[in-house]
């Protein structure tokens, strides 16, 4: 959050120096005042342990001061933030706003941009914005959650924002740089809260909208080979009651939509990256990898593990 490259980004960074300015202020003025008075009022000498410091009571001078100062300096700091927090929630998207809708899972992201059709999981693409003019695009993020509560956290690109069932929440992201931008969810939400990685691919508006085009495309069935054998074994097993695969019978909404897996840059939400390797080791029992996982160990045969990670390498 000290390199933000958001302009959402930028308003919270400018808002907590001025917040960590006031505070540092009064740590060095307190620490200060502590050692002066260790100091200065240390023993002497044994004819010091007999006397009394003087003792003051009902100094209106004194209660006024340590009462009427830190409600101030509360007040700048709620002000100083609310400010931010209201900016921030009254930004009014512009009609080209690239709309997502990220749903929270124990513990995955799903993602959909509902106008465009697309269903992913665990990683947003988003196109880069300049700061003014006909280039501005920012990026309007609804917030829901299928279980419990999770929190969208995006460090350089968005503060925190909570996912709450039955509630829709908002935020926005207005990259001002290309790039992979790293978040996790920041609610503690079971077992694999820490195994909840999410992923903004911030690239340029041409290869975002080529990005949206690819995604589009339903991913071809193979018709031979080992990849046509692990299309029937996937039919076969039950992978088709969780998993959706676009342009097929398999319409699961329970797990990650695996039609265009192979686009994805990780799996599991971020435990390992995407190789033919993890893959195949995901299949076979994915509680070796994320354990605790929605995700049963489906005790396939060896045979159709290799079949069934074909069949996945297609879908891109
Ligand atoms: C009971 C529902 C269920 C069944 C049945 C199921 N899955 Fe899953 N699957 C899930 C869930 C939930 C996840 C997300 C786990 C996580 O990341 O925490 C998942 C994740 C995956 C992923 C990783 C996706 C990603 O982008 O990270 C793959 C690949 C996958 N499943 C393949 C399969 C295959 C192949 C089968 C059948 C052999 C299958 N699944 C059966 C629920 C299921
Ligand atoms: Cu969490």
Redesign the pocket.
Known sequence: MFQPLSRQAEMIHSASLVVLAITAGIFIVVSLLLVYVVWKFRRKGPEDDLKEPPQIYGSTHIELAWTVVPIIIVLVLILVTSRTIGEIQNRKMPPNAVEIRLIG????WEVRYEKEGIVT??ELHVPVSQRTGEGMRPTQIFLESADVIHSFWVPQLAGKTDLVPNKKNQTWIEPFAKGTFFGNCAEYCGT?HA??LLRVVVEDPEDYEKWVQTMKQPPAAPQTGLAAQGHK??FE???I???TVDGTIAG?V???D?SK?MT?Q????G?AP?TPET?RA??RD?QTL?TG????D?K?LDS?VDA?TAY?LTLK
């Open positions: 899972h124990q513990w995955w999981a665990n694999q195994n909840m074994a996937f097993n039950s992978c009651n969780c998993h699961g329970y797990g990650p695996l897996l994805r990780t799996i599991g939400a435990v995407l893959l995901w299949v994915p994320k996982c929605f995700m049963p489906m396939l159709e069934i996945l």
